[in-house]
């Protein structure tokens, strides 16, 4: 019997990339940048070794020395928070001026927004906060009645469902009024795709397109990302809104629901620790689908590579690769710059 020799397709790097199924392109690389107020600022995010907190001229800088750049994500950190998160859509927002500087360097690049509360609000949640018998949220995170303070263990904070509907779609028509070719909604309230479609056509923006963090996990993943927004809950946890990990047939629901109230981009996050959504999300529509390699997948592989450059860049494209092999069309990560210059 003859043998099947399939290692013959193996034997050089010219073959193996002839034949190969999945290839990354510099097109499906979303950059995602971290945008402070003032002048001047680069300061490196702690747990992100690489990642920076950007002020708008230096954004403008950064983007200018990466070739191949096709698409960015935008997330703001404003000076002031409060309890409605009104710096994510007041008139001078770090984001607002952040696409107005980018649009008029750089006319074609495709600049998305992330439209969410947690990093604008003083509890760190995506939504509105319920005030709960009285209690008075504080700037510091505690609770406070009156003159009593109350222990926040076991506390279980209700966020609004549409009363952040209406705070998000203010911010989403603000940064279309900005110049944002797609707003991310990440808050994961019920109905946001729908509200948000219908405040941006109302306003005569029937072009900005709405990218839906549709199958968004309750995650350990986002530990980094948190530092770097300074938006980690400051009572409970974000269960109650986000998908529970155990849970894949609710990814579907989630994403059909999205689709049929208008996000013309879908995406599931984390990534690497559910690449089996993404397989099911491609399989099942027919619909462009996002992954967010998320602050924790990208820290990991940063301490595993441990300042080795080569098994930095051979970690980083085998889990992008994955990635996209499972179905992803666009794939958000950190390794961005790296990733396309590797490319180009």
């Known amino acids: 019997m003859q043998v099947a020799r399939l290692r013959r397709l193996r034997r050089s790097a010219n073959l193996r990339n002839w034949i190969s199924q999945t290839q990354l392109s510099p097109k499906d690389i979303i950059l995602p940048y971290f945008i402070v107020e003032g002048k001047k600022v680069k300061k490196e995010i702690k747990s992100m070794p690489g990642v920076y907190h950007l002020s708008i001229d230096n954004l403008v800088k950064d983007i200018s020395g990466v070739k191949g750049l096709n698409s960015i994500l935008l997330f703001g950190i404003p000076k002031i928070k409060d309890e409605i998160g009104s710096q994510a859509y007041s008139d001078d927002s770090i984001v607002r001026k952040a696409i107005k500087a980018i649009k008029r360097e750089f006319k074609e690049l495709i600049v998305i927004t992330d439209v969410c509360l947690c990093g604008y609000t003083i509890y760190g949640h995506c939504g509105i906060v319920k005030p709960v018998d009285g209690l008075l949220f504080m700037a510091n995170g505690r609770k406070k009645k009156k003159n009593h303070k109350l222990s926040t263990i076991n506390y279980r904070p209700e966020v609004d469902n549409d009363a952040t509907l209406e705070v998000l779609a203010k911010i989403a028509l603000s940064h279309a009024q900005a ?112 992954a967010y390699n998320v602050s924790g997948e990208y820290s990991m592989i940063k301490k595993l590579a441990d300042g080795d450059r080569v098994r930095e860049k051979e970690l980083a494209l085998e889990v992008l690769t994955s990635i996209k092999r499972a179905g992803a069309d666009l794939v958000i990560s950190y390794f961005g710059k790296e990733v396309l210059r590797w490319l180009v």
């Open 179 to 290: 110049g944002a070719d797609f707003v991310a909604l990440s808050a994961m309230m019920d109905g946001q795709v729908r509200a948000i479609r219908e405040m941006l056509d109302k306003n005569g923006f029937t072009d900005t397109g709405i990218l839906a963090y549709s199958a968004k996990y309750a995650s350990s993943f986002y530990g980094p990302f948190r530092e770097a927004l300074d938006s980690r809950p400051q009572f409970g946890d974000r269960k109650s809104y986000q998908m529970d990990y155990r849970n894949s047939d609710e990814a579907l629901r989630e994403i059909k629901q999205d689709i049929d109230e208008g996000a013309d981009i879908v995406m599931v996050k984390p990534a690497l620790a559910y690449l089996d959504i993404i397989y099911r999300a491609k399989e099942k529509f027919n619909v462009p689908i996002a």
